[in-house]
């Protein structure tokens, strides 16, 4: 078997070789193809590096062999050789991944430079000062990446030096100066390593590209990852190429340039660059980088090359581009070219622009916006690359971001936030006592609780940030402190969360605000003429339906009805109907909650008037309506022990009994959804009549009603949806009896349990529609209770990668999709035009969305402030498929 | 469309139509076909009861009209008319269900006297006296049974005039009397009715025909299918027949007799016969029977007759016979043949005398036997047809039967049951406290609980009775009552418990002794000869392996290691491991816990060397080795309030936070099985390590050990059993290089998870074996937390019958079936020798043993008491499946 290629020289990559060479080795050798002046070069193969890490980090055979084979083929034709006494190759040594990662891995420049060559290099370009300036640079560079001697070390001989010579700037430095620090590196660095510094720079290569390798799994880069969804298995490449100098003098220079603003989209250079400097200067803020436009004046020639390359670079790769550049002595090379990062803003500007400029198609541009992007248009959002470390992360429970004080208690953020003092309220987790102090708060932050928990919930709802269960936090209440790490923040210092990807910062960001402009309501109207996928929105009350409305919601997918239920008004006739003794009992319950329940449809129908909505019958477990037992237990002890009041103490214990009486050990698989309703069909019946007498009252009131859908959950068996839908239909019909009136309703069922994706086909036979549960089925599925599991061994598989993806904000394709493709092939196997949709929060998923596209969906339905994302995210589907 | 086919008269029947003429038609149909003398007859189909059934009630088109067609036809045959003042003709009309359920259903004799045919009727036979009784007998049933009079109203003045007379029995009544009877009857009738008695025949018998099929629907009926798994979708037929009659004088006789001994199984005419009676007197115990042996005296010709008609139906239906005859003044008439009820220890023995004789094959022989059966040998068991109602129904959650007397508590169980006094346990439910009393007691009841409560879960492990979660009855420990309806049972009061179905009776029934004899033992070896399924046992210590072993399991399928973790003297271990704040603490702590695993180990290796042992590796959340959160919260606020000892307190309030932490809302779906080896790799490396030390330890000791098989519970992800499996095979590694030792060893997975069988084929990747845990598979596949819906909804679910069968008892093959089948399939597409078994409860169930086969299992795994039966069921499956 002939050995396997690890090496790849410049000529023999093109850009299509991204997963082999990475971002940067494929635009290098794109670059050369089309005729763009860059450095010569080889690349290390991403397979070179998935290999050592799957190998315990020794590295496949051959490999050493042909990077000096590589090597070899460069010095002959570049004419150099490295570390060379005459004629000396100097290269960088680069980290290039798949997806790029600005800055998370490892580089080192210069390499190739030593004793001897440091001496030819200041004879060639006839400046000893600069040879000398790189041979400190590497060394510095290489000692820290490569052999980890520590930073401050090198910095503070730097630091005593210029203190010494009395000045201020490293370029004040002379060649003396130089020469004597780098002997002085050279001892730090052979101190630090017990006199194991190696001198030679091809021993110094292989050990710069290992530590390149091995950078792609430091805990920043795996962070990074993490949090852009980029699979651990892909690896990085290894880009090794000739150095060029933007430090011999005043005619060389270095810098970063993007074709477009990349916060606006507006069109022209923006960047940053240095004479007289290498490519770290620009980063490490040293010195302050000038903004391109003096470019002009300073390198005129160079500048109007860089523009023409820049345009002819973005023509063809037809989008953005964020490119390197170093300019040695009046010559101008590109080190790099990628599609520039960019806001969600301008991004739309940039994607709606290139079509007025004919550079793209209108299907195009939908392709180069990131549909999750867009939540930053929506919510005051971080900005891209904003430099703060996250001092803790949780759970991104609710999108958007929040800057406020610290406060502790929902009173003191009700108190302060009503003043207009912006803060976040931090708890252990919130309960429904503190919802005053939610509506205050600039944002919520829980040391506990899942996706689902109260805070997340409620922040949800009201297009509030929240980050949940952040485990890593610890909360004083009565000290008032909130303990990360050593780090002690007291109340009222001011923090800054992320929603969005549940990142919690210690200090304060200055925010994006909302950004729905016309850019946005342009491009979203392509996107709506590509998509076929419906959207709609989950929502259970007018105030969150009109909003659903104005964000381009179809119809409502889910209007849960349980909310209705839990208002405090209503409790005391929800528990005479659960304590009710008979079916006559419960009925009587039952018709006062009715009014009430009607009134709260009311209110949802007139928002969606001329659309769907599709209503799901009562679901949770009836104790959710009852005191928690612990809490009761405690209680009754308490009434006891103080020989209180008997009456109260007998009531207590009533409750005590019911309670027990209907506690589950596993409510999440108990007596609910259409259980619930099997055990006591007046349930059912009331909710209909309910449903009824709303959309005929819109309908009076407001000329047009909704599409009626009525959602039976829970269903396991054929035979529950049988009894069940005749029970609905039932009560329909004798509400348009009396009414004398007609209404247009189907009866559907929620797809929620393996099982009845599994007998999709005989479930089919009494359903309109099917819509899917995911959250409930990825739960079934996988045998995974949401809650417990994201504060407990599901956050730790994602953080650990056994899992890729947290299952219930993405769909797990692999397990649960295949059940959603199974329910709606078998259900349509029995009704070909069966309406089939989603209603867990995977429909404001992009990726989720991608997958309902291809299973054949007719519809989606996600939290009003996902609509946006879920229209974006249909139409990229089919553009997906078009291209597959 | 022609009209459907209602009616079939008794020449258009064979014995093969069952389905369409219920067992008692198709039944005279096949006598009359191989000519055996019966009675002209008609019958109305199973579709007409089941159409009716469905429409309200409301007969089918056509209905009326063919039954008087069928009427007209057997009067044409007969040369007599219903109701006729000459030649009268009076009909029977009887259920015929598919499957036999005798005494469930009514039926009307002489149907068809009349005030015109009676006289008709004494001059034809010259008997005045017998036509009147026909008369007085036809009103009492018509009205009791079609009109609703209440019993006692007959029977009252049917005393009085008896009384009134100064005579003891009926048949001192002359024809006088009796014609006076049947005034009062039509008076009691009438008035009863409002004076709605009707007096037509031909509207009598449509009002007889539609009474039959409302008493499918009667609670009886409903309660002996639900025992024994009938549908209720298959409805009964009618059979409307000639009347003979055994009341014709001393030449007249009627009775019942089986060809075998259905107790014993012995070869001998069985049964009893009243002369000068109808079949009614035989049953309603008024006059005692005689023996049939006496027979040959009375009657000596239709005796001879009989015995030679019986024995060509034995040979017929090669199967023990139970038939019911009448001798209408010395000619033999045969109403009813069947294949008789049997014990379990008849059934064995007729099967093997059969095989015997010669008459059916060994396979034959195997497919008379109902597996499930077999449980009355390996158990006391209730005799058949012992004729008591039970007071109660609960879960058969263990099965056999115990008869003692009531007590309320442990103590007194363990101190009477200890003396030899049989004593039955009733509690509200059992806890770990209760099992001094549980060993001591015959059996045990309670009032709350599922299949997996404390109570079933030890009392199957004891081989004990228990019938659990009996709703229905209510307990009052300090009183000491158990209250049903109305009947108040005191301490020391005798009931009796049926484990094998679930009821409860309220007085004291003999039981039949368990019954492993010769025929046994022959019979389960035809069966091991027939069948290709394994049979393996459920076992985790000595004396149940050693039990399984002994009732012929080849292994154990199932050895779960959690009791070994909650017994008394590990749980400080236990503790400190669960408290461990570092990986290094929680080793120190499982290196205790480890000699204490082997130990027990080493007993269940000792019982099975030479056979395979699957052992499971942990599996429960870790909070259940804690206390529970309810009682712990009560316990602080307590010594709180009590203001006690503070470091009590303290205590407890760190072992209650620690409670707080671990705690899940639906343990079901936490943190256990592997996800917490995941988290603790400590846990199933000490585990492992204690398996091998064991397996060496036994083989040093024996000479020889067993096949270990390593189990990782609940995987849903390939990647969870990828690591684990490392885990194990570096730790069975290490330990072998250390005692320089080998050993062949397995590592397998559960597939209990729908997503692990939907990836099945990346799971096998793994996986030298899977083992369905259809427990926990059919928990998440429909969705069901066992322990609550077995209290709750699932119960209602079978009694109304949404459910056929309680899926934990029998596997629910249209769903969770379809999930295993999935399993095996994709499993093999990657390792076609996979070794596939299942270790659910399902694996000691007949029906499910049948479907296991029929999926392609290797093995079954149940406790140690349903061996036998399991491996009965295999042998069937394979027959069912040749004769498929």
């Known amino acids: 078997m002939s050995e396997e290629r690890y090496i790849y020289d410049l000529a023999d990559g093109d850009g299509t070789m991204r997963s082999l060479l990475g971002g940067k080795g494929a635009g290098v050798a794109e670059m050369n193809r089309v005729g763009v002046p860059v450095p010569d070069a080889f690349t290390v193969t991403t397979t070179a590096c998935v290999q050592t890490m799957n190998n315990n980090g020794e590295w496949p055979d051959g490999l050493a062999d042909q990077i000096a084979q590589g090597l070899k083929r460069l010095e002959e034709r570049t004419g150099r050789t490295l570390g060379g006494s005459e004629r000396p190759l100097l290269v960088s040594v680069r980290s290039g991944a798949v997806h790029s990662m600005p800055g998370m891995m490892d580089t080192i420049l210069n390499l190739g430079i030593s004793d001897e060559s440091v001496v030819a290099l200041a004879e060639e370009f006839g400046n000893e000062r600069f040879a000398w300036d790189c041979y400190r640079r590497f060394i510095q560079m290489y000692g820290e990446v490569v052999e980890g001697v520590p930073q401050n070390l090198y910095e503070d001989a730097l630091s ?59 805990p920043r880069a795996e962070v990074y990852r993490r949090a852009h969804n980029i ?22 220079a270095t810098g970063v340039c993007f074709t477009r603003n990349p916060s606006t989209g507006e069109k022209a250079l923006y960047g940053e660059f240095l004479v007289n400097a290498q490519g770290e200067d620009v980063v490490a803020g040293i010195r302050t980088p000038r903004p391109m436009g003096e470019m002009k004046d300073v390198l005129p020639e160079a500048y109007e090359q860089l523009v023409a390359t820049m345009h002819k670079m973005e023509q063809h790769y037809k989008d953005m581009q964020d490119m390197e550049f170093t300019i040695e002595d009046g010559k101008l090379y590109l080190l790099q070219t990628r599609n520039g990062k960019r806001t969600a803003a301008a991004a739309l500007k940039v994607a709606s622009d290139l079509v007025d400029e004919g550079v793209i198609s209108q299907e195009e541009a ?8 867009l939540d930053q248009l929506l919510h005051p959002a971080i900005p891209p690359e904003h430099g703060q470390i996250p001092i803790a992360k949780g759970l991104p429970a609710s999108p958007g971001a929040a800057v406020g004080g610290v406060v502790f208690d929902a009173d003191t953020a009700a108190e302060r936030g009503s003043k207009g003092e912006p803060v976040v309220l931090v708890r252990f987790e919130t309960t429904p006592d503190d919802i005053h102090g939610v509506i205050e708060a600039q944002g919520i932050l829980t040391a506990h609780g899942g996706m689902t928990s109260h805070a997340a919930v409620v922040a949800r709802g009201m297009g509030k940030p929240c980050v949940a269960g952040a485990h890593g936090i610890k909360i004083d209440p009565v000290g008032k402190t909130l303990t990360i790490g050593d780090r002690v923040i007291k109340e009222g210092e001011t923090i800054t969360l992320d929603g969005t990807t549940g990142d919690v910062y210690g200090e304060k960001i200055e925010l994006i605000p909302p950004q729905i402009n016309e850019d946005f309501e342009r491009v979203v109207q392509w ?57 006559e009992q419960r009925a009587a319950a039952l018709e006062e909650i009715l009014p009430m329940q009607q009134s709260d449809f009311e209110g949802v129908f007139t928002a969606m008037k001329g659309l769907p909505v599709t209503v799901r019958l009562l679901d949770p477990p009836l104790h959710e309506f009852l005191p928690n037992l612990v809490e009761q237990s405690l209680l009754v002890q308490r009434l006891e022990m103080s020989g209180g009041d008997s009456e109260e103490l007998g009531e207590a214990k009533q409750t005590l009994a019911q309670v027990k009486r209907l506690h589950e050990l596993n409510p999440m698989l108990g007596t609910r959804g259409c259980r619930l ?31 009626v859908e009525i959602m039976i959950p829970l269903v396991a068996l054929s035979q529950e949806l049988e009894t069940q839908r005749a029970i609905v239909v039932a009560a329909v019909e004798d509400e348009l009896a009396q009414a004398g009136a007609e209404l247009d309703y189907t009866v559907g069922t929620m797809i929620e349990l393996p099982r009845a994706a599994l007998i999709a086909d005989k479930i089919a036979e009494h359903a309109d529609f099917f819509s899917f549960g995911t959250n409930d089925l990825t739960q079934t599925a996988i045998g995974i209770s949401r809650d417990d599991a994201e504060n407990g061994f599901l956050t730790q598989y994602v953080m650990d990668r056994v899992l890729e993806r947290n299952p219930f904000e993405t769909i797990d394709v692999e397990g649960v999709g295949q059940l959603v493709e199974m329910g709606v092939e078998r259900g349509r196997s029995v009704k070909p035009k069966l309406k089939t949709g989603v209603c867990g929060e995977h429909g404001g998923d992009p990726d989720s ?36």
């Not at 998509?531 to 339906?545: I, P, S, T």
């Open 677 to 707: 309703a099997m055990l006591y069909p007046e349930i059912p019946d009331m909710q209909t009549r309910a449903i009824v007498r709303a959309a005929l009252a819109v309908r009076e009131r407001e000329g047009e009603t909704v599409g």
């Open 231 to 252: 699979p651990a298995s892909l690896g990085t490449a290894v880009n090794i190429m000739q150095m060029v100098f933007g430090n011999r003098g005043d005619t060389s």
């Open 849 to 884: 969305v991608e997958f309902f596209h291809g299973a054949g969906l007719d519809y989606v339905s996600c939290s009003p402030f996902r609509v946006p994302i879920a229209r974006f995210a249909a139409a990229k589907a089919v553009l997906q498929e078009k291209k597959a």
């Open 160 to 218: 005593e030096l210029k203190h010494h010579r009395g000045v201020d700037q490293d370029t004040d430095l002379d060649a003396d100066d130089l020469k004597g620090l780098v002997e002085t590196f050279k001892q730090i660095s052979n101190d630090h390593l017990g006199g194991a510094w190696t001198a030679d720079p091809r021993e110094q290569l292989n050990r710069a590209v290992n530590a390149v390798f091995k950078s792609w799994g430091n």
């Open 366 to 373: 939908l392709l180069r916006i990131e549909p999750g992007q």
């Open 527 to 583: 996107a709506d003429s590509v998509r076929r996928l419906g959207v709609r929105a989950n929502a259970d009350n007018f105030e969150d339906a009109t909003k659903a409305r104005e964000l381009g919601a179809e119809g409502i997918g889910l209007c849960r009805t349980e909310h209705m239920f839990m208002a405090q008004d209503r409790l005391p006739a929800v528990r005479r109907m659960i304590l009710a003794e008979s079916s």
